[in-house]
Structure formats: structure tokens, C-alpha cells
């Protein structure tokens, strides 16, 4: 695959992604349980598909390799997906999409607590800027009574670690597998959470509808994307070139719905975004990371 064939679509992948507020902004009546079932049905058809073209029609056995490093790296995508649906419906898009970019410095932190490995002090640098920002976002989200929102968003930047770090603990080459793992588990999970609480699995139509096409086409078909185009892309441009999602999801909830983010939360987003910036500029990741799985 050519370079700049590779730029357009891990681009258009980033894009993809953008959307998944906006999205979340049509649903009333589902909870974040039931977002979170009928989005994974949406996912997992595509992805599997995807695997087994990938593998020759070898998918389930690709499922049963990733053993119990894709049912630890799975169980944190649940919380991922989960905190990132929550963040959203709590919060502003904004505010979630900024506090969601500080996935990679909890990666390094957590990756030098479990794996040892080591963190350049431009990183720390980085990760303490994002530091702040994430700070200024977390007291705007308290004063604005929407902090649960935003521990939502930091939960979900913390389960996407998760799942990084344990693929590279079990140095699993293809993140697939255990993205379709993460899947199943949300979905017997929301189910479980639905029965206890009584809540509605069975929303109108039209925001089944919603959840799946965003599972299907937006994170899917979106990472599906991003894993081809990766392959041509160093691994600091493919940072840089994913901060489209950040930058795109608050202006399609304002040009469309009206959405407005305080000042605050615009320093704080300049902040994270800047640090995601310097991190990549300086050369710290020596291999692509897996896409934020939100």
C-alpha cells in the first residue's frame, strides 16, 4: 500500500470516529446499557468478517488464539466502551473527546508499572501538560455538575490502556481478535446489567437502529480502516492524523445541534491535544498503537 493511500485512510477512519457523539446525541430513551448491547451486535459481524478475510476464513480459530490475554485485553474494552457511551450522554462531546486523547499517556504510565518499559522524558513532559488539561476539564465538568461525565471519560481512557497493555503484555500482533472479545463481553454484560436493573433492552426502533449502524460503520468499518491504512503509516503520523477525531467531534455537535463547550474546556482540550502533538512529534512510540476504541 502506498503512503498517502494509507494517510487518507487511517483519515477517514479518524473522521469515522468523530461521529460517535453526534450519534449518542440521538438516542433518548436507551440507557448507556443498551447502547452499549446494540452497538457491539453492530460490531462484531463486520469485524469477524473482516477477520476471517484477513485469515482465510480462519476467524474462530483467530478468536481461541488470542487466549486469556484477548479475555484480559476484552474485559478492558468493556470498560472503555462503556465509559466512553456514559461520558458522552453525561457529559459534553467536547469534554469527553478531549479526556478520551489521554488514553496513550495512561498507556505509558501503565505500561511502565506492568511491562517496565521505559518512558522518554519528553513523554513525561507530555503527559504532565496533558496532566493539567485534563485537570481544568475535570473542574469545569465539577462546577458544571456533569463530573461523573467526565470520570466516565477518564474510565475509558484507563480501559483502553488496559487493553493496550495487555496485548503487548501477551504480545498479541493483532488487536482484532480481542476487539471482537471486548464485544461479546459488553454484550453479556449489558444484558446482565438490563435483567438486574430492569431497564429496557428493547428501545424504539429507531435508536437500535442508531446504536448498530454506529457499531457497524462507525467504530467497525472505522477501525477496519484504520488497520489497513496503519500499515503504511509511521507511528507518530498516525497520532498526529487521529487527532481529527478530537478535533471533529465537538464541530459536528455545534454546526448540527447546537452544542457549545466552555473556555475552560477549550484550554483543557488545547492541552491534551497539544501533549498528544509534542508525544508524537518527539518520537516516542516505536510501533503503531491500537486506534482508541471508544
Known sequence: MRYATGVVLVAVASALWSLMGLAIRQIEVADTWAVLFWRSAGMIPVLVAFIAWRSGGRAFARLRATGWTGVAGGAGLVLAFSGAIYAIQATTVANAVFLFAASPFLTAALGRIVLGEAVRPATWGAMALALVGMAVMVREGLALGALDGNLAALASAAGFAVFTVTLRRGRLGDMMPAVVIGGMMSMLLAAVVLAATGALLMVPAAEIAVALAMGAVI???????????????????????????????????WLILGETASVATLYGGVAVLGAVALNALTGMRRAPLAPPVT
Open 219 to 253: 467504530l467497525a468499518a472505522g477501525m477496519v480502516l484504520y488497520t489497513l491504512g496503519s500499515q503504511a503509516v509511521p507511528a507518530a503520523e498516525l497520532a498526529l492524523i487521529t487527532m481529527i477525531e478530537a478535533m471533529l467531534a465537538p464541530i459536528w455537535v
